[in-house]
């Protein structure tokens, strides 16, 4: 499964902690950053693939999983710690589920918002990446 987890820099402090994303720590340009939270625990958000698209996935607060299909094999990753980003490259199903009371997942892009590459329907994505091959 092509996924990547990228461990931040850490400064740590008895006064509270720093992690900083700057240079080329992500292996793109940083296009967008948005964030989801207030999310209820029952939720599940993605069901959906980028055709190019790439991001990275951080758990600022609390805990959540986020599946990952490439059409071949289906993985699940827990991130729960806020100096831990999960890079999903373009072409990966991902769906994210049980979050936990509180939990914030920040999303760091490298294209900004397009709907036109988004595959949100499951076959189609296995077609996709059929073709692909
Ligand atoms: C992803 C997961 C982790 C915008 O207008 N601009 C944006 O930048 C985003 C991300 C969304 N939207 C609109 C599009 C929809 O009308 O917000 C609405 C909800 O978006 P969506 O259903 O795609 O939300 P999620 O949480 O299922 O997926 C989002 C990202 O879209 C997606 O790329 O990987 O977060």
Redesign the pocket.
């Known amino acids: 499964m092509n996924y990547e987890i990228l461990q931040l820099p850490k400064i740590e402090d008895v006064r509270g902690n720093i992690s900083v994303i700057e240079k080329d720590i992500l292996p793109y340009p940083i296009k ?1 950053v ?1 964030y ?1 939270y207030d999310i209820p625990s029952n939720a599940h ?4 693939a ?1 055709i190019e ?1 790439q ?1 990275c ?1 951080i758990a600022l607060s609390g805990s959540f999983d ?1 599946v990952l299909d490439n059409g071949n094999e289906r993985k699940s990753v827990h991130l729960n710690k806020p100096d831990k980003g999960l890079i ?1 490259p373009s072409g990966v199903w ?1 769906e ?1 589920e049980n979050f936990s009371s509180g939990a914030v ?1 920040l ?1 760091i ?1 490298s294209k ?2 397009d ?1 036109s590459d ?1 595959i ?1 329907d499951f076959d189609a994505f296995l077609k996709y990446t059929n073709q692909r091959e």
Request: hydrophobic residues 35%; aromatic residues 14%; proline residues 0%.
């Open positions: 967008r948005y989801l958000r993605g069901g959906h980028h698209l991001q996935l986020v999903i991902r994210l997942c999303v892009a900004e918002y709907e988004y949100r």
